[in-house]
């Protein structure tokens, strides 16, 4: 994470309702070799503490996890985009990249395969929910057989969240109007991802 605290004031809560917003991330378990790295769904608890999501049998982190429970890193990634210096109206400026990130910190361990129909559940619900007025879509939907396959090749899995570790890089550390005028171009330019939502989010620092 970017180690200016300028970046790195906002509030414990903001960055939970963030993690749970995005619901998507990058999985990191560090191994002998090079990093072992996954692309999860997942479900952040209200207070922060507990993470919940699913990997493939075959996933090497779930090897691992047969031996026991592991450390990781949970790195949620939101808006992101290029700052070119001449949008700044500033004089001696130097090209940057604003983003939204959040790192959740923890222990990995397998869950309980009894509790896995009800993760599945919880995790469909949750983003289907975002689709309305689309009538669900429910595990109900599935064949017996064909829910019970697909099940048999994943395992619930769980992360105890330590540390929750946020960087808002904005552009805090410059004057307003040259933030204000990055903004605009940056609004306009559509370059990065969701470069509009960052645009706002640079606004309102």
């Known amino acids: 994470m970017h180690p200016n605290p300028a970046f790195r004031t906002e509030p414990r809560e903001q960055n939970i309702a963030f993690v749970r917003e995005q619901g998507f991330g990058m999985l990191a378990v560090a191994t002998e070799d090079a990093p072992l790295v996954s692309h999860v769904p997942f479900l952040l608890s209200e207070d922060g503490g507990l993470a919940e999501l699913h990997l493939v049998r075959s996933n090497p982190i779930v090897g691992l996890l047969k031996q026991g429970p592991c450390a990781v890193r949970l790195a949620v990634q939101g808006p992101q985009g290029y700052i070119s210096p001449d949008w700044y109206g500033?004089?001696?400026?130097?090209?940057?990249?604003?983003?939204?990130?959040?790192?959740?910190?923890?222990?990995?361990?397998?869950?309980?395969?009894?509790?896995?129909?009800?993760?599945?559940?919880?995790?469909?619900?949750?983003?289907?929910?975002?689709?309305?007025?689309?009538?669900?879509?429910?595990?109900?939907?599935?064949?017996?057989?064909?829910?019970?396959?697909?099940?048999?090749?994943?395992?619930?899995?769980?992360?105890?969240?330590?540390?929750?570790?946020?960087?808002?890089?904005?552009?805090?550390?410059?004057?307003?109007?040259?933030?204000?005028?990055?903004?605009?171009?940056l609004d306009a330019s559509g370059l990065g991802q969701e470069p509009r939502l960052l645009a706002a989010l640079m606004r309102g620092v």
């Not at 990249?97 to 469909?124: C, F, I, K, P, T």
């Not at 004057?175 to 171009?185: C, T, V």
Request: glycine share 6%; charged share 25%.
């Open 90 to 185: 500033v004089e001696d400026q130097v090209p940057t990249w604003n983003y939204v990130a959040v790192h959740l910190v923890g222990e990995l361990s397998l869950g309980a395969m009894e509790g896995l129909r009800d993760l599945l559940d919880r995790q469909s619900a949750l983003f289907e929910e975002r689709l309305l007025p689309k009538p669900p879509w429910t595990t109900a939907k599935m064949s017996p057989e064909v829910m019970d396959r697909m099940m048999r090749q994943i395992v619930p899995c769980a992360i105890r969240v330590d540390e929750i570790d946020g960087t808002w890089k904005l552009g805090q550390n410059k004057p307003a109007p040259a933030r204000q005028g990055a903004a605009d171009q």
